[in-house]
């Protein structure tokens, strides 16, 4: 088995904030929504195998514990990035031999980023 995709959850009318984060700051892709589904809002980004879908959610609540974990390059250059665009990187030591910071995304859901290659599926 293999994952397709994760959602996450976000306000209406996020979309642009969606768009900032995900495609200027992450230098994700963002994807036409199929044309049944563009009435709901939202909008769907990839890189590479990577695949986040954002979706409108009229009870909205940001998810602070359950969150995607996505694994970058050069982990550093990464939380800079995401730093100078106003998401603090939160490092954290408790998994030991693995390099890794939290962020939120514009809407307060939690994002896990890890170094590639360090007891990861990409050794």
Not at 28 to 46: A, Q, V
Not at 64 to 77: C, F, N, V
Not at 82 to 98: D, I, K, V
Request: hydrophobic share 35%.
């Amino acid at each position: 088995m293999k994952l397709d995709h994760i959602q996450l959850a976000m306000l209406e009318g996020g979309e642009h904030q969606a768009r900032s984060f995900f495609a200027d700051t992450l230098g994700f892709i963002e994807e036409e929504k199929p044309e049944p589904l563009r009435g709901r809002g939202g909008c769907w980004f990839r890189n590479g195998d990577a695949i986040v879908h954002l979706g409108i959610d009229p009870n909205f609540v940001p998810q602070r514990k359950a969150h995607p974990a996505s694994l970058a390059a050069d982990i550093g250059e990464l939380a800079q990035r995401l730093e100078q665009g106003g998401h603090p990187a939160q490092w954290n030591e408790a998994l030991p031999g693995r390099i890794r910071f939290y962020t939120s995304d514009p809407f307060g859901n939690r994002i896990e980023f890890m170094e590639a290659g360090q007891g990861s599926s990409e050794e």
